[in-house]
């Protein structure tokens, strides 16, 4: 497959979108799991199928990258730095991918009907099971702390690559061209 300069603009949107979806499912989930007030029940209501957003896009995502050109990782970083990068980003997709099938899991295992609105309806993934729950449950807490806490590193390695070295690798995800090859 070809290299590019940048990702494709769709795999670009479906980044900042799901940066965006990740970050305000995992402060909704804190605030669902730190209130039991009436609260409690709106955000359930928008974590569900914000879960299945998501999951959905990270699908669509995995597809894009496998399917379209990616740029290569600058030549200045080390082999030991581009395996860091490899295994953070398969982190997070695995767990992209993890959390939402949890969180369904875990409601199933649960009795909870995933409604999206209306009469549609999610299967449940899992039978009926106290046992399972209390596995899924916590599990699912563990899962969002590890996720989040990869995000913010994969953060912090964004801004490093954008404000201390400018090697690209920012600029891959953003589109912008370096300010010598504007027209």
Known sequence: MKHTET????????????????????FIGVAMVATVSSLHSFLVAIHKPLGLMILLLVVVRLW???TTAKPALPETLSNG???????????????????????????????YPISLGG????????????DLYAWLRPLHSWVALALFIT???HLAAALFHALILRDGVFRSMTGRRKRSEAP
């Not at 990702?7 to 995992?26: D, G, K, S, V």
């Not at 009469?119 to 106290?130: D, E």
């Open 7 to 26: 990702f494709h603009p769709a795999l670009r949107a479906i980044h900042w979108l799901m940066a965006a979806a990740i970050m305000t499912m995992l």
């Open 64 to 66: 894009l990258r496998f």
């Open 81 to 111: 730095q581009k395996a860091l990068a490899h295994l953070s980003h398969w982190a997070l997709y695995a767990m992209m991918l993890a959390q939402p099938l949890i969180g369904w899991a875990m409601l199933s295992a649960a009795g």
């Open 119 to 130: 009469s549609l309806v999610l299967p449940p993934i899992t039978p009926i099971s106290n």
């Open 151 to 153: 995000v913010m590193l």
